[in-house]
Nanobody
Framework: QVQVVESGGGLVQAGGSLRLSCGASGIIFSIYAMDWYRQAPGKQRELVAGITSGGSTDYADSVKGRFTISRDNAKNTVYLQMNSLKPEDTAVYYC???????????????WGQGTQVTVSS
């Protein structure tokens, strides 16, 4: 019903920047929260940044001042601008989007497949 696809990952040197994108498509009535998570090898998945439908944002302490989350509601897309990247930012980054497919239906969370971000020292 709803497909979520991330893009923009890759290999970058420490101090560099990357911009991740995540778009939702399919049967969509409305989109609410849009979040970015990451999971490093051997670690639990953690919330990196989130943005509400009203544009309020929240960040993990480890990325505050370096990462910026934004959304384009017309394109059903959320972005994560990552600056001053550090080796400890290396992880698979996942997008999660809360969607209603009908006005009366439930709110469901859809996940993307993940995109690898590798920061070399």
């Amino acid at each position: 019903q709803v497909q979520v696809v991330e893009s923009g990952g890759g290999l970058v040197q420490a101090g560099g920047s990357l911009r991740l994108s995540c778009g939702a498509s399919g049967i969509i009535f409305s989109i609410y929260a849009m979040d970015w998570y990451r999971q490093a090898p051997g670690k639990q998945r953690e919330l990196v940044a989130g943005i509400t439908s009203g544009g309020s944002t929240d960040y993990a302490d480890s990325v505050k001042g370096r990462f910026t989350i934004s959304r384009d509601n017309a394109k059903n897309t959320v972005y994560l601008q990552m600056n001053s990247l550090k080796p400890e930012d290396t992880a698979v980054y996942y997008c999660a989007i809360d969607v209603k497919t009908t006005d009366w239906g439930p709110l469901s969370r859809y996940w993307g497949q993940g995109t690898q971000v590798t920061v070399s020292s």
